[in-house]
């Protein structure tokens, strides 16, 4: 299994053109002590409890906690708000969650987004480590769920992926349903090929319609000019 770098801690709540931002940063776990520097549901659910504005959740994460990170989901999934989430810079593994529980998904550009199957270290007789790759087996099918619902994938394609490790490109990850745009620069976010298509295709029937119109006004010139 591959290891991300370290991401710094952040935690940060600001109110910023009518919308709640919320910037999450580091790894998703449960926290333990009070002290504890790391992105975990009862944090994300006391600070977003209360608010009724849109929300958006920027995010940096090399992942962390399964459980924690389906509780967050799950959190996201059910709340009023629109929630829109951004990716800063990685969102991994268990960070990936907190992606699927958005309304909409913007990747900026660079950023990269990583699935992967459970992973735990256990010991002990093969009774005990027979317990441990069910419960891998079972961990894995409810996050074959959480991205089929999201992306609209195939599980065996899924499963392919996760098999593998796979990384995504900003602009893949917009491709294969798990975001929903591109962030570039200043510029708006560059939506999803579908769209992109459909707005090519508006252009080019107002241009027909522009030609059309003007010639059936050179045939109306010459029929008055005889």
């Given at each position: 299994?591959?290891?991300?770098?370290?991401?710094p801690?952040?935690?940060?709540?600001?109110l910023?053109?009518?919308?709640?931002?919320?910037t999450l940063s580091?790894?998703?776990r449960?926290?333990?002590?009070?002290?504890?520097?790391?992105i975990n549901a009862?944090d994300?659910?006391?600070t977003?409890d209360?608010v009724s504005e849109?929300?958006v959740?920027?995010l940096?994460?090399?992942g962390?906690d399964?459980?924690?990170g389906i509780e967050i989901?799950?959190y996201l999934?059910?709340?009023?708000?629109?929630?829109t989430?951004?990716?800063?810079?990685v969102?991994?593994?268990?960070?990936?969650f907190?992606v699927?529980?958005?309304?909409?998904v913007?990747?900026n550009?660079g950023?990269?987004l990583?699935?992967?199957?459970?992973?735990?270290?256990?010991?002990g007789n093969?009774s005990?480590?027979?317990k441990?790759?069910n419960a891998?087996?079972?961990?894995?099918e409810?996050i074959?769920?959480?991205?089929?619902?999201k992306?609209?994938?195939?599980?065996e394609?899924l499963e392919?992926w996760?098999?593998?490790?796979?990384?995504?490109?900003?602009?893949e990850a917009v491709?294969?349903g798990?975001?929903?745009s591109?962030?570039?620069d200043?510029?708006?976010p560059?939506e999803?090929?579908?769209?992109i298509e459909?707005i090519?295709?508006s252009?080019?029937?107002?241009a027909?319609?522009?030609?059309s119109?003007?010639?059936?006004t050179?045939?109306?010139e010459v029929k008055?000019?005889?």
């Amino acid at each position: 299994m591959t290891k991300t770098k370290k991401v710094p801690f952040q935690f940060k709540n600001e109110l910023k053109n009518g919308k709640h931002v919320l910037t999450l940063s580091g790894n998703v776990r449960k926290k333990y002590w009070s002290d504890d520097d790391v992105i975990n549901a009862k944090d994300v659910r006391e600070t977003l409890d209360a608010v009724s504005e849109d929300i958006v959740i920027k995010l940096n994460s090399p992942g962390g906690d399964v459980f924690e990170g389906i509780e967050i989901y799950n959190y996201l999934k059910d709340h009023p708000s629109n929630i829109t989430v951004e990716v800063t810079g990685v969102a991994a593994s268990a960070a990936t969650f907190i992606v699927a529980g958005a309304d909409e998904v913007i990747m900026n550009i660079g950023t990269s987004l990583m699935i992967h199957e459970a992973s735990t270290f256990t010991w002990g007789n093969k009774s005990d480590i027979q317990k441990t790759l069910n419960a891998l087996e079972t961990i894995d099918e409810s996050i074959l769920s959480i991205y089929s619902e999201k992306t609209g994938q195939s599980n065996e394609q899924l499963e392919e992926w996760m098999n593998e490790e796979k990384w995504f490109t900003a602009d893949e990850a917009v491709e294969f349903g798990f975001a929903d745009s591109v962030k570039r620069d200043n510029a708006e976010p560059v939506e999803s090929e579908e769209s992109i298509e459909d707005i090519i295709n508006s252009k080019v029937a107002i241009a027909m319609a522009a030609f059309s119109n003007s010639q059936n006004t050179d045939t109306h010139e010459v029929k008055t000019k005889s």
